[in-house]
């Protein structure tokens, strides 16, 4: 991933790689903090990675919302889909996407998830998860953790245009609105919020950015599907514990209750492995997605999800694991 990460820097406009990049963790990934205990003289000649996770999927290594697609790669958000989808994978879709709903919809010709920010003019939100399930999404990722934009992600946006940026919302805005300011997220989001989306797309609501085992009870006692647990990519607030550190209390407070997925310096399929036995039922990555969409666009978001399923695959073998249901916690211990 190294290399990969250093060919799109070469590809994109300082500012944009700058923008891309804020918040990344440097050094060594959490999740090689777990260690794995294999089995042995297990059958391992045949491997299915496929899952159920909201909708049957061929990899449980999907693609998590990044925002602003276009300014990596003038295929958008709509290469990054149609990549995912060749995949197998899911593809959840930014509400700060570059490309029209229904475009990316047409270009993923299969389930898809909209990931939502509930913005200060909540009709904004109400119409764009309208459109979004009219489109085909089959679940809203709620985020969570954005009450307003982090200062570590926030700052400093590259030059971007108002006809992309506001793509989606452009239609939705009140006459002689400030469109920025009418997006912003809103600090008075709440736990009913969860139920309001669900009744009104009649879609499953993910929560993401969950980092406490109560919290994602709470989520789920409220209506939730399911919890994603998630940093953010380390843009909102800082120095929080990693999801790799989260994950298994959240999982062990949702139990079969709900889904729960995870993301988070995911950079192999290794990383993949622990996260998969830890007790994430799907896994999902952001930024390597970007850069693969800026080496080469779609080719190059397919080459990133094809290798990341190829490892963990030889990584479920060398555990003596043939389905993903038997990633289990016994797996893993910590270093």
């Keep these: 991933m190294n290399d990969l990460a250093l060919r799109a820097e070469g590809e994109l406009p300082p500012e944009v790689w700058a923008y891309l990049m804020r918040g990344a963790t440097v050094g060594e990934s959490p999740w090689e903090r777990w260690r ?116 570590s992600g926030g700052r400093g946006l590259p030059p971007l245009d108002d006809d992309l940026a506001l793509v989606n919302v452009a239609q939705h805005l009140p006459p002689g609105a400030d469109a920025w300011a009418a997006i912003e997220q809103d600090a008075g989001a709440a736990l ?71 993301d988070g310096d995911v950079r192999d399929g290794l990383d993949a492995l622990a996260a998969l036995a830890l007790g994430a039922d799907a896994v999902f990555v952001g930024r390597p997605i970007l850069w693969g969409l800026a080496v080469s666009g779609a080719d190059g978001v397919r080459s990133v999800l094809a290798g990341l399923l190829d490892e963990l695959r030889h990584g479920m073998g060398l555990a003596g694991a043939v389905r993903v249901a038997e990633l289990t916690p016994d797996l893993v211990v910590p270093r």
């Design 36 to 151: 794995f205990a294999p089995r042995v003289l297990r059958d391992v000649r045949s491997i299915d990675t496929g899952v159920s996770v909201l909708g049957d999927w061929r990899s449980p290594i999907g693609v998590a919302p990044t925002a602003f697609h276009r300014l990596i790669h003038p295929g958008g958000e709509a290469a990054a889909a149609r990549a995912a989808a060749e995949c197998g994978a899911p593809f959840v879709l930014s509400m700060r996407a570059t490309t029209r709903i229904e475009e990316v919809a047409a270009a993923v010709c299969g389930p898809w998830w909209q990931q939502v920010y509930l913005m200060r003019d909540r009709t904004i939100t109400d119409a764009l998860v309208q459109r979004a399930a009219a489109a085909g999404a089959t679940a809203l990722v709620l985020t969570g953790d954005t009450p307003y934009v982090g200062r």
């Design 192 to 262: 009913e919020d969860i139920g309001r989306l669900a009744d009104l797309t009649g879609l499953p609501v993910i929560v993401k950015g969950v980092l406490r085992a109560d919290e994602a009870r709470r989520c789920v006692d409220a209506g939730a599907a399911g919890v994603w647990v998630s940093d953010h990519g380390g843009r909102q607030l800082g120095r929080t514990v990693a999801p790799a550190q989260a994950l298994p209390q959240v999982a062990a407070a949702v139990g079969a209750d709900a889904t729960v997925l995870a």
